[in-house]
């Protein structure tokens, strides 16, 4: 499966995962949602995020959400 990843413009750190290459299943309170890549079946997510993980999230809830780390 190809997993899109999209940014949320309302919250600069969010992230989300979704099988959706539209984005349109990812949550409105955080919208607009913008395409920034895609993990092709056979690569690693970034950020040593499990592949298991973010497919198993997929699969009940249509999309997983993420937070990126604050660089110090």
Do not use: C, T
Not at 6 to 29: I, M, Q, T, V, W
């Amino acid at each position: 499966m190809n997993i899109f990843i999209f940014k949320s413009e309302s919250n600069r750190e969010l992230r989300a995962f979704s099988s959706d290459k539209g984005g349109l299943n990812l949550p409105a309170k955080f919208r607009p949602w913008h395409a920034v890549g895609v993990v092709k079946p056979d690569a690693a997510p970034p950020n040593n995020l499990s592949r298991d993980v973010i497919e198993k999230a997929i699969a009940d809830s249509g999309f997983q959400l993420y937070k990126l780390k604050a660089e110090k």
